[in-house]
């Protein structure tokens, strides 16, 4: 153990590790990510969440929301915030009774975090998407989710412009549900960078 433990401390110390430490410290394509950091080390959703997509692509998404939009979410947070401070009304699907609570406080009606569990009651919590402009797919069952989106796009029951947002959408086992939602989609664009969770992800954005 002290073995290994002295093994990665020499690979620390070795000149290159430093340099690369330096080169990222000074990246100007990671400013936005250290400013969001800092801005929210020690904070809740209290103060100006960010949503966990990749700038790119929340850059996006920013430029095609108005006061009154209405946005479906599965998987409640920052973006479910977000999303009510940019004058949207937002209905977020989450299934853990706590964070329901903690995210529930951080909006106001006509938004709306809804309880649902896992199974039916969640991957289809409404009859229809058509009253939605926006709809973001980043929780459990994603999936299902976006089966269901693609089966109601399919018989054409959704607003014409509608933006879904699948996040995370560069692991393995999401590829069949991004490749359904983008065989149905009008544009299908993929945006890949950092974000306030990791420094390299996909988030795709399709439009209807």
């Not at 020499?10 to 990222?24: D, K, P, Q, Y």
């Not at 809740?44 to 095609?64: K, M, N, Q, W, Y």
Request: overall charge positive; hydrophobic content about 40%; some cysteine.
């Amino acid at each position: 153990m002290k073995l290994a433990r002295a093994k990665r401390l020499g690979r620390l110390l070795h000149g290159s590790a430093w340099r690369f430490l330096a080169l990222t410290a000074t990246d100007p394509a990671l400013d936005r990510l250290y400013s969001a950091l800092r801005h929210s080390h020690g904070s809740s959703l209290d103060r100006d969440p960010i949503p966990g997509f990749t700038f790119p692509a929340l850059d996006f998404v920013r430029e095609r929301i108005r006061p009154g939009c209405e946005v479906l979410e599965w998987g409640s947070g920052a973006s479910t915030v977000w999303f009510h401070r940019q004058g949207c009304t937002i209905t977020s699907i989450e299934h853990d009774p706590r964070w329901h609570k903690t995210v529930s406080a951080g909006v106001s009606p006509p938004s709306v975090v809804l309880l649902r569990g896992l199974g039916e009651e969640y991957v289809r919590p409404v009859p229809t998407i058509t009253k939605f402009n926006m709809i973001v797919i980043d929780g459990r069952s994603r999936s299902d989710c976006a089966a269901f989106i693609t089966s109601e796009v399919a018989a054409g029951r959704h607003s014409p412009g509608l933006v879904v947002v699948f996040d995370d959408s560069e692991r393995a086992h999401y590829r069949g549900a991004v490749k359904s939602l983008a065989s149905v989609a009008r544009e299908c664009e993929v945006f890949s960078g950092t974000s306030t969770v990791v420094l390299s992800k996909l988030t795709t954005v399709l439009t209807y």
